[in-house]
């Protein structure tokens, strides 16, 4: 069965630091991967993700995340952190042998961004 | 605008007492999906609809019902049964029930038993 490990349920950076927050992923075979993020109260959005081809993915609002199959890791990072970043942010996978597309998510990381 | 409307925001239940989650898509997405957020749980899936007239249960069925019975409408019930129901629930549509899809997400619904 798949799984999905966010590392750090709590992350905090200071403004204009570096953001990596940690994926890791159970599956025999390479799944289909999503970042998604989620202000307070609010549903969730999608940051990016990777089907095929580069394993480096550009998403929106400056964050990026690298497939790493050795690893089996879709880490998600930003070069500088802004206020404006601070949310709960998911790690997701569906499985690419699935006939369905319903994501399997992690526990979530909770972005704190000190001024 | 196109997206996924949840009603109602904000939802208060007596305990015994049924309760229906509307979720409504104008984006003629095939798949609809509910799920359940819990502090600390991540998001956990309760039924899925691939296709009108049809839908399968996800990982915590127990205690919901649903109905797809058009394309744009994939309400949710969350009866009597359900031991613990106060939580956050989400509903999300893609455009086809393929594994890789995008799925989008409506702003979801605050359930809370009294």
């Known amino acids: 069965a798949q799984s999905v490990t966010q590392l750090g349920s709590h992350v905090s950076v200071s403004e204009g630091a570096l953001v990596l927050l940690r994926c890791n992923y159970s599956s025999s075979v390479p799944p289909y991967l999503f970042w998604y993020v989620q202000y307070p109260n609010q549903g969730l959005q999608l940051l990016l993700k990777?089907?095929?081809?580069?394993?480096l993915v550009k998403g929106i609002n400056g964050f990026e995340a690298e497939f790493k199959k050795s690893e089996t890791s879709f880490h998600l990072t930003k070069p500088s952190a802004h206020m404006s970043d601070a949310a709960e942010y998911f790690c997701?996978?569906?499985?690419?042998?699935?006939?369905?597309?319903?994501?399997?998510f992690g526990q979530g990381t909770t972005l704190q961004v000190k001024p | 605008d196109g997206g996924i409307t949840q009603s109602p925001k904000y939802l208060f239940r007596k305990e015994g007492q049924n309760v229906t989650l509307s979720c409504e898509q104008n984006?003629?997405?095939?798949?609809m999906y509910w799920y359940r957020q819990d502090p600390g749980q991540g998001l956990r899936l309760i039924y899925y609809s691939q296709i009108v007239n049809d839908f399968q249960k996800g990982d915590i069925a127990e205690g919901y019902s649903v109905s797809r019975e058009k394309k744009e409408s994939f309400p949710l019930t969350v009866t009597s049964a359900q031991k613990n129901p106060t939580a956050f629930y989400l509903c999300?549509?893609?455009?086809?029930?393929?594994?890789?899809?995008?799925?989008?997400f409506g702003e979801g619904s605050w359930l809370t038993v009294v």
């Open positions: 997701a996978v569906s499985g690419r042998m699935s006939n369905t597309g319903k994501l399997i």
């Open positions: 984006l003629n997405h095939d798949a």
């Open positions: 999300a549509s893609s455009s086809t029930g393929s594994s890789g899809n995008t799925i989008y």
């Open positions: 990777y089907t095929t081809g580069a394993t």
